[in-house]
Nanobody
Framework: VQLVESGGGSVQAGGSLRLSCARSGFVYTTYCISWFRQHPGKEREGVAA????????YYADSVKGRFTISKDNAKNTLYLQMNSLKPEDTAMYYC??????????????????WGQGTQVTVS
């Protein structure tokens, strides 16, 4: 299984970015796939999750109303549209996937596969 994130970069506060996570080698059709982030010196934080069983989503309170998680099944790609970015959104962003969850969940320990991350810097 391979997850490859892209789309990170530097942006001014109030700006937008769209992150992508290309997935390959994952054979399950029902799974939970999510975005996490980690600020330097801090613990990893769940950002947004989507469960393919019904398309339900879950967001951390800190990003509700600003971030949108979505997926393109034909492209095996997960997205995170980030609007109204704030300096506190600065972090390394990771996507992760697991077949073992039946609902969108932001518990990192529940995930089996992780990407290498993409850096987002908001100034």
């Amino acid at each position: 299984v391979q997850l490859v994130e892209s789309g990170g970069g530097s942006v001014q506060a109030g700006g937008s970015l769209r992150l992508s996570c290309a997935r390959s080698g994952f054979v399950y059709t029902t799974y939970c796939i999510s975005w996490f982030r980690q600020h330097p010196g801090k613990e990893r934080e769940g950002v947004a999750a989507i469960y393919t069983g019904g398309g339900s989503t879950y967001y951390a309170d800190s990003v509700k109303g600003r971030f949108t998680i979505s997926k393109d099944n034909a492209k095996n790609t997960l997205y995170l549209q980030m609007n109204s970015l704030k300096p506190e959104d600065t972090a390394m962003y990771y996507c992760a996937v697991t077949w073992r969850l039946a609902a969108p969940t932001l518990t990192g320990e529940s995930y089996d596969y992780w990407g290498q991350g993409t850096q987002v810097t908001v100034s």
